[in-house]
């Protein structure tokens, strides 16, 4: 059976969360994201709230508890707030679900057809790391921009340039690295991009291994990352501790402008990691000459690295729950393909630097 055909794209991303409307808030004051979508007991659902926020392509959905035996309450006591969820848009929900059930890779995959106004959503779940899971979602029987449940927000217009999500990445246990990617190679019809080992990745202290799987031409962008064993701890292992389990550890925003993206985010109160001043010194002759000033660059801590295709400018922002583990990447390609390798030392000699402060390294 071919594979080219089963999947589309990231459709929205779901994170179960201590306080909903404390989160959704934070995304559309500090981030630009407009509050679009509303489900809770106005809206016929008893047990949860969910706000559903968008910008650009992106769509993120806030869900939070209404009382201690919801199992909403039980993921964020456990995990704190995270990613629960990242739902996949399918052409042919049937022909996806044969491809998955045929090769066997995949274990658990449970259907469900939920019923609306806007006609009938066929879903169904499959679980991955941690407790991850990827809903699949075929919208063909379904006519509304909204998910069941949900009511339409009327909300002003908030955007910073925030495009669409470039890669979501998740964070596993030491050794685990490769059978994930089995997962979504053989078990979901992606391909496997690259690697990075601990090579590549270590610093003085810490190291860790990456993969990066895609599906359709990069419309769907995967990187896996494992701790590996470094003097110190590993900043995954910080995350695994902490999140006390496999997770989501960012999610990256490409955007057209990050210096523009960068400056209002900053102007609002987002925090980003910081770049030694040194970083720049050497950075023309690093990547050659770009567009951006440099010292613009400097002064905001935007990355840049380069690779055959192009350049990229990045940065990260400094964890958004309470816990050290969940971040937003910001990115923007100028023709590269690739995922900063240039930039792992400085980030995470950044990231260790925050570690440290947390008594954690
Ligand atoms: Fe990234």
Redesign the pocket.
């Given at each position: 059976m071919s594979t080219d055909n089963l999947f589309n794209s990231v459709d929205t991303i779901e994170f179960y969360v201590g306080s909903a409307k404390q989160w959704a808030y934070f995304h559309e004051k500090a981030m630009g994201f407009r509050i679009v979508g509303y489900s809770g007991p106005e809206t016929g659902v008893r047990d949860r709230i969910s706000y559903l926020l968008q910008q650009g392509e992106v769509r993120l959905i806030f869900t939070g508890f209404l009382s201690r035996a919801s199992e909403i309450s039980r993921h964020v006591e456990l995990h704190g707030d995270g990613v629960k969820d990242i739902a996949i848009d399918v052409n042919d929900l049937e022909s996806t679900l044969s491809f998955i059930r045929e090769n066997g890779v995949v274990k658990s995959v449970e259907t469900k057809n939920l019923k609306g106004d806007s006609g009938t959503l066929a879903t169904a779940k499959l679980t991955t790391f941690g407790e991850t899971v990827h809903s699949l979602r075929d919208y063909g029987e379904w006519d509304s921009d909204l998910p069941p449940g949900f009511k339409e927000v009327q909300s002003p217009e908030a955007n910073l340039g925030v495009k669409k999500v470039d890669?979501v990445?998740g964070n596993v246990e030491e050794n685990k690295m490769d059978p994930w990617v089995n997962y979504y190679v053989k078990g979901l019809g992606f391909r496997q991009l690259m690697s990075f080992d601990d090579k590549d990745i270590s610093t003085e202290y810490s190291a860790l291994r990456s993969k990066v799987v895609e599906y359709g031409g990069r419309k769907i962008i995967f990187?896996i990352n494992e701790p590996a064993i470094g003097l110190k701890k590993s900043q995954i292992q910080e995350y695994l501790d902490y999140y006390e389990s496999p997770g989501v550890q960012?999610i990256?925003l490409a955007t057209d402008n990050i210096i523009e993206s960068v400056r209002r985010m900053k102007s609002k109160g987002i925090q980003f990691l910081e770049t030694p001043g040194t970083y720049y010194d050497e950075l023309e002759e690093r990547v050659g000459k770009i567009d951006e000033d440099i010292d613009v660059l400097r002064e905001l801590n935007i990355l840049v690295d380069r690779d055959d295709d192009g350049y990229l400018l990045q940065i990260f922002t400094q964890p958004i729950g309470d816990r050290p583990t969940f971040f937003y990447?910001l990115i923007q390609r100028k023709g590269a393909t690739s995922?900063g390798k240039g930039n792992f030392k400085a980030l995470f000699e950044s990231i260790e630097r925050e570690q440290a402060k947390r008594g954690n390294l």
């Open positions: 890669h990445v990187p960012h990256a990447e995922f």
